[in-house]
């Protein structure tokens, strides 16, 4: 019989150190051709949208699928449907709003992990929701910063982020009045924002950052401006189909002809050993993260091995 996660249940089972390592073996597989992806598709009414993404990791003997409601009312729901390659059993069934924050932040900071300047004192960091915050712990884990800059455009969100946020990063958090004060003298810039028109502008970019995108999965919307994505030496994503159907800032640069789809490269490819990360401390990169269902069935496949282990959740049917 399938078992049953609550958020409350994934709250108590699953942490950051546990979605980093699932993650960074989801993207190695992946990297090396032994996985398979498949990109978000989405129905959509006057009143809600239905989101369903799914991946297979033979190495995990799992395949799933994450499907997820949006609408005015309700916000969003979030489950990942999990089932056993092996004997075709429907395995878990695993409410998944934290699973993917947890996921996404694991994602930017192992990309961090890779592609950031060997040196990271300084961290800026552009919004102060809730997935900001998985994505300020994932990079601090990993690059362990000596200070945090943030910003975002309400001033009481920010304040309530920086008491939360300081419980899970060893730095020093400092609220700033603008997105490019955020971004001055930080080795690494995060954008985690809704915003639709660009928070990020090319000409605060400086030698040697790395930036990581991953407000955005609609292709209308930006976080960067032209100008950003024109200086990157090199781009990096998740997965090369879905940023060319979901991938704002890269869709409106290949659109302007400064970013070739042939120059950009998935983060899976430097963690399994293919193509190198940052070749020269100068390099500005990207990494250009919309979320694929290869992080949801790794992390999924952790949380369910661990509730099995400790006995958590519910048996559907008992």
Not at 56 to 85: H, I, N, Q, S
Not at 163 to 176: G, I, K, N, S
Request: charged share 20%; with cysteine.
């Amino acid at each position: 019989m399938p078992l049953y996660l609550t958020e409350v249940d994934v709250d108590q089972l699953a942490d950051m150190a546990l979605a980093l390592e699932a993650v960074e073996g989801s993207l190695r597989r992946q990297g090396e051709g032994l996985s398979a992806n498949i990109g978000r598709r989405r129905a959509r009414t006057p009143g809600a949208a239905l989101h369903v993404m799914g991946a297979a990791d033979p190495r995990l003997g799992v395949a799933g699928a994450k499907v997820y409601l949006t609408g005015r009312v309700a916000g969003a729901r979030f489950a990942v449907v999990l089932f056993d390659t092996a004997s075709g059993d429907l395995a878990a069934i695993i409410e998944a709003r934290r699973l993917g924050e947890l996921r996404t932040g694991a994602a930017s900071g192992i990309s961090a992990k890779y592609l950031a300047h060997e040196r990271v004192d300084t961290v800026g960091l552009i919004g102060a929701g809730r997935q900001a915050r998985t994505q300020l712990e994932a990079v601090c884990a990993l690059r362990r910063p000596a200070r945090v800059q943030v910003y975002a455009r309400t001033p009481i969100r920010v304040a309530g982020f920086l008491r939360a946020a300081q419980r899970e990063a060893a730095a020093d958090l400092q609220a700033v009045g603008s997105a490019e004060a955020a971004v001055r003298d930080a080795q690494i810039v995060i954008t985690a924002t809704s915003a639709a028109q660009p928070v990020l502008q090319g000409e605060w970019l400086q030698p040697g950052m790395h930036v990581i995108a991953m407000g955005s999965n609609h292709p209308a919307h930006q976080e960067l401006d032209a100008a950003a994505v024109a200086r990157a030496d090199r781009i990096f994503v998740d997965d090369l189909d879905g940023a060319q159907q979901e991938c704002g800032d890269l869709i409106a640069a290949h659109q302007a002809g400064t970013v070739q789809w042939g120059q950009v490269l998935e983060l899976g490819l430097v963690v399994a050993g293919r193509v190198p990360g940052r070749a020269r401390a100068d390099e500005i990169t990207i990494f250009e993260s919309q979320g694929i269902a290869l992080w949801d069935i790794a992390l999924a496949h952790a949380v369910w091995k661990r509730a099995e282990a400790a006995g958590a959740g519910t048996r559907v049917g008992d």
